[in-house]
């Protein structure tokens, strides 16, 4: 098949531009003729607080990709729409409703020449704006199939629109697994009294509470980019709870080269989200080596087997939270519960996240 995937890529950083780059490898791998259709300018500066590429690629670039798109150009919208009518299977990124007059843009100049599909990684923002409803029924309405990633998020494209809804567990692309020679020793031996919290810091993923749980004599690494003022609201809160000596700070993007070293000297990657869609963040701390603390938000759940690999908490509770960690650090549980931990095969989850993609809505192979 000739497959374009619409979303962004090198030099554009984060989940959603490592998905999209790893997806068209994958495409790629199974046969197909794929050319990724990226950005020039993705988003005014004001809807993302934070800079929005990175110098250098977190994996392998992928070859065949096209920077045409721009947020301030509709007409480059329809342009790029009636250029992608010779393609089997346009495929839509969806990580944000603000893409979605783009997108409207681009369905326009296809006029229905080829089959879309809207790969939603979350069909409603966590915090959510007035017009994101109307914006995601308007896309979703017009396009012939949407791919999510959990059954809680097929339920709601179901509520927006009567378009097929296929559901396909988020396939992991992790930092260490582009670079053949990353480091991946796993954290050192012992028990480090140091917690990680890691990722782009957001109200949802209930940094807050951490801190309001983090147990006496443990102390905290946080380390990614602050959303909007959070940075500051963060120091404050840090200051209030008499955690300044406890709690490091590491505000900012973290290339992969630097991923390994965040995770040497942690006994286990906290994950303590409000509420959540699908998530690498399981698998990372499992592919370092440390066990992971989640809350049973989303997908997150899923992928720690509690008391085994990590342990699992209800979201949004500090009391549970302050628990689960007085517990984690009982005698003989760091070591017991990081001996649990295994890397994931990625191979099975893109095997059948591609052919999933690759479905017509009714079921059958392309």
Known sequence: MRIAVVGPTYPYKGGGAAHTTELAHRLRAAGHDVVIESWRAQYPSFLYPGKQTAETPDGEP??????DLDWRRPDGWVRAGRRLRSADLVVLAVLSPVQVPPYL?????????????????NVLPHERKPYDTPLMKALLRRVDA???????????????AATPVRVAEMAPHLPSGAD??????????????????FGLVRPYKGLDLLLRALPEGVSLRVAGEFWGGLEETTRALVTEL????????????????????LFADVDALVLPYRSGTASQQVWLGHEHGVPVVASRAGTLGDHVTDGVDGLLV?????????????????PGEPERLRAGVKAVDPEPYWASYVETLVSDPSGSLR
């Open 62 to 67: 992928f070859p065949h990709v096209r920077r």
């Open 242 to 261: 008499g955690l300044d000596g406890r709690v490091e700070l590491r505000p900012g993007y973290v290339a992969s080269a630097d991923v390994p070293g």
């Open 180 to 197: 053949p020679g990353a480091d991946r020793r796993g954290p050192e031996e012992g028990v480090h009294h140091r917690l990680l919290f």
């Open 105 to 121: 843009g681009i369905l326009y100049g296809l006029r229905r020449r080829t089959r879309v599909v809207a790969l939603c990684h």
């Open 314 to 330: 209800e979201p949004g509770s500090v009391e549970g939270l302050r628990a689960a960690l007085a517990a984690f650090y009982r």
């Open 146 to 160: 949407v791919l999510v990633h959990s059954e809680g998020q097929a339920g709601k494209a179901r509520d927006l």
